[in-house]
């Protein structure tokens, strides 16, 4: 089984909003990756969770929140979004191996919509 | 710097017609290559690993080939099925959690 699931999969919410994106794998990785995706673009790396701390960001605003509660959960809080972070949201999971290649599965995706 | 480019943008193909797409790369050490399908809206569905020069998988119509600088995504008689933005990502060693994709071919097979 190499499914990641994301919650909800579509998300309208106004600027002084406070949400919430989740996502869950139980593969047993160890490793949790954020996604943002605009259209006809291929995906743009946030964050990177590795044994449930945060090992990269990329220099994300903070209006975006990351969490790893454990190692089959990762979340992403959203505050005072703004128009341009419309876009798709994408999960990633991986086995954090250390030398070979380490393939990333990718949950559906979360759509957002911010007005 | 590392970088991925993957050729052509996008590509035209009647059912049955085959072809392939290219992804070149440039990176400090390949730990893997890795090949993506993605529908509108939907998550990169994985197809392929690959790290070694001379390797090939295949999958159904879809066959993957890497060497030292490309890897090719050969599809054989495609259906209108088969028609998504296929995506190729490399990981260099040293730097595990990090994947540099491609922009993506995005592929239209007519019936």
């Known amino acids: 089984d190499t499914e990641v699931t994301q919650t909800p999969k579509h998300l309208v919410m106004g600027m002084t909003n406070k949400k919430s994106l989740k996502c869950e794998q139980h593969?047993?990785?160890?490793?949790m990756y954020w996604y943002k995706q605009k259209a006809k673009k291929p995906p743009e790396l946030m964050f990177v969770?590795?044994?449930?701390?945060?090992?990269i960001n990329e220099s994300v605003p903070s209006r975006f929140s990351p969490e790893c509660p454990n190692s089959s959960l990762l979340n992403l809080h959203l505050h005072a979004l703004q128009p341009e972070d419309s876009a798709l949201y994408l999960c990633?999971?991986?086995?954090?191996?250390?030398?070979?290649?380490?393939?990333?599965?990718f949950g559906p995706g979360t759509r957002l919509t911010v007005l | 710097e590392d970088q991925v480019t993957q050729s052509p943008e996008a590509l035209r193909l009647q059912e049955g017609e085959s072809s392939s797409l290219n992804c070149s790369y440039t990176v400090s050490g390949l730990r893997g290559l890795f090949w993506y399908r993605q529908d509108p809206g939907k998550g990169p569905e994985f197809l392929f690993t690959?790290?070694?020069a001379g390797e090939e998988k295949e999958k159904e119509r879809l066959k993957a080939t890497l060497t030292k600088k490309e890897s090719f995504l050969h599809i054989t008689a495609p259906k209108p099925e088969d028609s998504a933005t296929y995506l190729c990502?490399?990981?260099?060693?040293?730097?595990?959690?990090?994947?540099?994709f491609g922009s993506g071919t995005k592929l239209n097979v007519k019936p």
């Open positions: 990633a999971s991986s086995q954090a191996r250390d030398r070979a290649p380490d393939t990333q599965y």
């Open positions: 593969m047993g990785h160890r490793a």
């Open positions: 990502a490399v990981q260099a060693r040293g730097n595990f959690n990090k994947f540099y």
């Open positions: 969770y590795s044994y449930e701390k945060l090992s």
């Open positions: 690959l790290y070694s």
